[in-house]
Nanobody, 116 residues
Framework: QVQLVESGGGLVQAGGSLRLSCAPSGSIFSIRAMGWYRQAPGKQRELVAA???????NYADSVKGRFTISRDNAKNTVYLQMNSLKPEDTAVYYC??????????WGQGTQVTVSS
């Protein structure tokens, strides 16, 4: 069973930066898109950013201009550079990989906490 391995979460002050990384533990074929979701306490999981195999990106309005998603196709690794972090960005961040057959893989989640 292929798993997504996430890293890079932590505690940061408001205005600071963090970089999340996610890579599969094995091979995943025919990837359509890779992305990041987040879930804050008491809220539904929401899309933060996604990037297709062709490099097309999509961002939640709340993070546009602050977060940047990128990927290394050779390594099937996806990154999320988060700048100008706000307390409302505090959440568990989950990596997602979706294949052409609409099969979803999820990471275990990494905590991001932004203090005011």
């Amino acid at each position: 069973q292929v798993q997504l391995v996430e890293s890079g979460g932590g505690l940061v002050q408001a205005g600071g930066s963090l970089r999340l990384s996610c890579a599969p533990s094995g091979s995943i074929f025919s990837i359509r898109a890779m992305g990041w979701y987040r879930q804050a306490p008491g809220k539904q999981r929401e899309l933060v950013a996604a990037i297709t195999s062709g490099g097309i990106t999509n961002y939640a309005d709340s993070v546009k201009g602050r977060f940047t998603i990128s990927r290394d196709n050779a390594k099937n690794t996806v990154y999320l550079q988060m700048n100008s972090l706000k307390p409302e960005d505090t959440a568990v961040y989950y990596c997602n990989v979706r294949t052409m057959r609409t099969l979803d893989y999820w990471g275990q989640g990494t905590q991001v906490t932004v203090s005011s």
